[in-house]
């Protein structure tokens, strides 16, 4: 779609600059393209050709123009070019390296574009031929792995990335590129971590290494073994972890810095002088001046190391210092301090800084801080696709986590309280929480805040069914976890009880719209049976007799829409039709509900009688429950506490598969080889040759 | 002149290494002189540069230069010589020339120091058959040889002879008390305080060698003061031990640093840089002490002073303690640079494989004492910095990622000094750190996690186990155990029945389903299945129904909360209650099962609170005071109970100390529970017939009593709700002696009262006229009759503490005057009684007369 555009951009962009070379270089292209050998008229045609600067637009182009037999023509000579682009990456001559990686990425990517119709193997073909193309691609992964663990230029280094990323990307579906297969055989992974694991390394390619490792371990995710994902999954090296940790962890905070600047841009300029209920008319406006681009590559990489890989869990909660400035150190940190212990070798950069920089105002915080924060942002707006796929990707990144023993251990860890300012959508009926009065609490306070917050503002015509049930399901999970090890959080519980019974009274209100596309159903139960946690399990996790009272206090004040919601699934449930299995699971599961409710609301209202008031007070009525619980019996549900596992393979993997999709295309147009701009190389390696 | 001889004495000692340990037990095991001086390889180097160091008095002593005495010379390499070794070799053996005579061994070499000293070694022969308590001061005179060459001034030394010839009758007295079984560490120190005479403070530096290590260590505050403040003969008398006892031990040395340093910071600085006591400091953080080259010849320092080595328990514990520590040292030691070397090339290889945790294994580290004082160094750099965030809670965060980078560096080679037994800190759980409350400094209490090993100096090092490794140690089933005892969950969950009017149906079935179901329910199984189970919600037509009470429900629930014991709530502006408050037992389970190394046997939590900015060394002398207060009243049997707490003093101004575990602050309790004291007690332990409570309340009144005391006799001031702790037991117990002694705050003179007494305190006890109260009175009697008797032992401590230096609570003249007239010596039982009520009155009441004044009418007016 776009590959046209792009070239043509390509061709622009750098034309004008490129001109004085462009003869000779193009001459020797073209003398590539016919049939003979080039090397036959004249014997140093590769040396030479590999001195010249790269013409990326040209090769590509040409590459593409190419039909059918003149690729079978030109075929040998593609073969010896690309074998001669692997030779070279060998080299000592880093001008002739550069130029070498530059020249593959033209090959993969003119290739592509040109046999977009054709199959994997005419590719390979093509551009290694059949029987050497293992060979050629080990000797491929071999340079680019020892280029990147070699100690050699960095801006090399981020060009052997590039290539890779350009290569990964070359096809929308990941899946299908075939040349990827050679790239399990002979695998970079531990390249990657290297990267990852090196302070100098990882702050400038970091970034491109994650993004390729994500890309990477979606190769053919459901259909072989991939030995990325192996490799991933059983990886232990502490340094690498937190590596890989704070390279997401920077990523995000960048994001949420943009968006922080942003938004206070908008505020300052704008509404500033307008008051909040003329100010909310435009939150549609400013909603899209707000939207950064969102992330779903880094994003990506964190589900997969948070889902893969058990160890991960413990890097979410390494605390740093929070970095509020994008710092890709200039000056590479590349002599280890010397570690004051004495013992044991250095492990992170962040971690090694003998002191943490001094500043009263940097809150500690936590990759999984940041990436709560991010996700508040990113939930507040589902509309467009992107977005809706990030609070997506975020929502089950949660359910990982919410599922782990080990997070769940350290997020209701009392001693690791913190503050986590959320981002919490303006809205008309409320003020925007004064940020600076949020509680320092154990970290699942925060959770559950995002997940309210999320119930909260997400009631709306275009129903977002899906984020819901994954929202309700992770607070069930947290749940679970704190009625089995018996942990009593205090949490303002009502906020989220609240939440839920709006929740219940928006699907009751909307049920003819919602239930022509979605099983509210479904949704119902769930919340229903969020309920039951609480009415059966309360004593094992609630943290004061007082709000096990309030909890019935809360479910009589809104007995109506339990009233309602049992009429309208006892109606469902009685037609038949597709729903009346669904609608009779919530009819069982309101049966504590509709006790309870009957329970209290006669004695309440012959307390009012009796007492002649016609509005009981809060403590009046919770005065009422406290003195009749004893003549009320409770049905003791079963399976209240399990929940199914997440698990990625059925249910997910078209989620993944398009994502990946959006990834692929999205790193493609960022990767330009341009943007590492030659003359920045040329320059560097003039003082070096 | 003196540096050359340090070197020489050093080539001369790598000569000597090499001449196998054979001879240097050659040395030592002969007890004939002839022997000993022949076989000695190093007796000949050794003259050659004697004359150069030594004065003319060599020449009367040609037998003299021992070859220990050559060994020791090398170590005391920083001293200059500008004393003659022999003069104090000297008046050394004049002293034991007379213990000799006293003991009428038939030897009949008496009296002649010409005698004496033709030949160092002269003595060993009565030893040989000296009766069993000979034999442990004729060890201590080797030492001196070996180690004192340049201890007296011949001035002093020949007025001290003269004075012993004069008063043969006082010295032998001396002498007599010197060698009895009753001659122990606390005398020791007071004869070497109060002695001007250099031959008895050399005596009883030689002596000290044949004490336990404990017994002295006790004195080290001591010890290193008169070091630093008192004449040189003092300090000359005790620098061989010291010496020794730094060559022998890495946590000796950084004490001794330590100390010293704190101790000389009140002089002024010019003359702080040139003292001895900065010299030993820098001579030991030099680590020029350190074994390597020192360990080798040990044998030779060490059997020549141990000849009988069952002669007396002491002398006995000592050499085997000695040689348990320097052989292996050794050995370890001359491995761990292969090691070190070793793994540094590894850790550069770090790279390529995704997980290596052999990579940090074992290693020693060549410089022995670094690991450590940057460990403790780093503790305080975050302390310092700390106390820069303007909030608590800032703070606390901080403190938590400052300690998880320090993580990083550990498992190493450093211990807490505060701990009982040797270890290895592999882990500081940092999210278990607390922040005290303090208003401008920054102590905070961390729990480290340690490994118990047989020495830290030679034991390996343990293996990093990464944080991630948690996980395997960390699957569901273990989960489960987590922060549930069995009995809680047994009580927990049980779905009772009910047989309420509309149940009436239930048939003996159903019952017995639920009596079938009821265990399963109680034990893990249930909630195990549950996570996994894909089985969902469905069931519920299948079975009958189970009935709950609501009411039960909210039962259980509110039984639940009282029965867990009383949590405090989280407050940020005093993180440190919650932490405090919470059973040590339970903590340690906790942070065991969410450590790496929990799995270990040897696996230990200890806990040190890391004072910077404060000055320890009052708390340190009170510390002290508190634990000869504590042995006296055992002694005398006083059932009073107090806990002292150990005090590491790292400089003058910051330390660490010991928390008290399970104890939280009065005042915490108050403002948590917010109820009176005795109400608390009812809550945490039962009702007033309670044996629980009978039982916290005699613990409450015990520890009372000796509280009460020593606020009186230390003059402890400052005594608010929040110096003062509670344990579960119901102990109270007395912290931050800042103010004792002569300063109180802000220096408005005395508090009125003699201790804290309120009324609360007394409704704890039962009120005024209960039986208790008479028993805390009677305590208190008994408490000050016992430490009256032993006052000695406790103003020493004090008294010699004084000695230069600036502490407040030395403040003024008459500090140790007022503390002796605490205890008083001339009343009698009925007056001291007397004296009890009164004070407890007068703290009673807080009148604001002077306690001192009526007590003075009132004795006055009896006698």
Redesign the interface.
Known sequence: MSQLEKKAGLLRRTSSSKKPLKEKVVLMYDEIFVKDDPAKTNPRFWDELFLMKVNLEYLETKLESLDGDEVMKTKDNVNSLFHHCVQTLAEEHQIKVVNALQTLCALFRGVHQKNKSASGFDIINMLMGFDKAELRMKDLMESLDSLLCGEGSESLKALCLKLLLCLVTVTDNISQNTILEYVMINSIFEAILQILSDVSNRGRHGYDAVVLLALLVNYRKYESVNPYIVKLSIMDDEPTLDGMGLVVGQALTEYNRQYKDKEEENLGGFFSTLTSMVGSMFIADADEKLSVQTNEAILLALYEAVHLNRNFITVLAQSHPEIDIPTTPTTPISTTPTTPLGTTPPSTDVMNSSELPLDPNLQTSNLLITFLKYSSIVMQDTKDEHRLNSARLCLIILTCIAEDQYADAFLHDDNMNFRVNLHRMPMRHRKKAAEKNVPSRPLVCAVLDLMVEFIVTHMMKDFPMDLYMRCVQVIHKLICYQKKCRIRLHYTWRELWSALINLLKFLLSNETVLLAKHNIFHLALLVVNLFNMFITYGDTFLPTSNSYDELYYEIVRMHQVFDNLYCMVLRVSTNAGQWKEPASKVTHSLVNVRAIINHFNPKIESYAAVNHISQLSEDQVLEVVRSNYDTLTLKLQDGLDQYERYSEQPKEAAFFKDLVRSISLNVRKNVSLTTLSQDVLLKEFSTIS | MGDMEQEQSAARTEELQQHTPSTASSVSISSSPSQSLSSSPSSGPYHHHQPTSSSPTDSDSPGAPSPTLDVISEGLTELTLVIDPEVAKKACQEVLQKVKLLQGEGEGSEGGPDHTLVNGTVHNKPTDTAAAGGGGIIKPRRIHEEDDPDSLTPGSVKSARRRQRHNPSKQSWLLRLFESKLFDVSMAISYLHNSKEPGVQAYIGNRLFSFRHEEVDFYLPQLLNMYIHMDEDVGDAIKPYVVHRCRQSISFSLQCAWLLGAYSSDMHISTQRHSRGTKLRKLIFSDELKPSGVRARQPLTLTPFNPLPTATPALHGHGVGAEHSLSPTKRTHQRSKSDATVSISL?NN???????PK??SS?D?P?RL??QR??I??LM?IGK?LA???TK??K???L???L??LN???????WLPTAAFDHHVVRVP???A?VLNSKDKAPYLIYVEVLECEDFETSN?PV?I??????ST?S?EN??D???TAD?RAG??S?VP?Y?D??EAWSVDDIGELQVELPELHTNSC?N?????????????N?E???????D??R???E??AQTPTTF??D?EDPSA??LKEPWQEKVQRIRE?SPYGHIPTWRLLSVIVKCGDDLRQELLASQVLQQLQVIWEQERVPIWIKPYKILVTSSDSGMIEPIVNAVSIHQVKKQSQMSLLDYFLQEHGIHTTEAFLTAQRNFVQSCAGYCLICYLLQVKDRHNGNILLDAEGHIIHIDFGFILSSSPRNLGFETSAFKLTSEFVDVMGGLGGDMFNYYKMLMLQGLIAARKHMDKVIQIVEIMQQGSQLPCFHGSSTIRNLKERFHMSLTEEQLQVLVEQMVDCSMRSITTKLYDGFQYLTNGIM
């Open positions: 850790s770090l790279k390529r494989t995704a997980s290596n990579v940090e290693q580290e410089v670094t690991p940057e460990f160094k780093s750099g910095r820069t965030l303007p809670e800032q606390t965060s901080r938590i990622s400052e998880s980078l990083h560096k550990l498992p190493a080679r450093v940092h999210t278990q607390v090092v990093r990464s944080e991630t490794r948690i996980r960390r569901v989960l489960l987590c922060g549930i809680q927990s969950f779905t009910n309420d509309d149940n909630d299945i549950s996570q996994f189970s894909v089985d969902s919600i469905t069931s519920l037509d079975k129904p189970i009935f709950i009470a609501a009411g429900i909210r259980r629930l509110s639940q909360l709530r989280r940020p919650v932490a969410c």
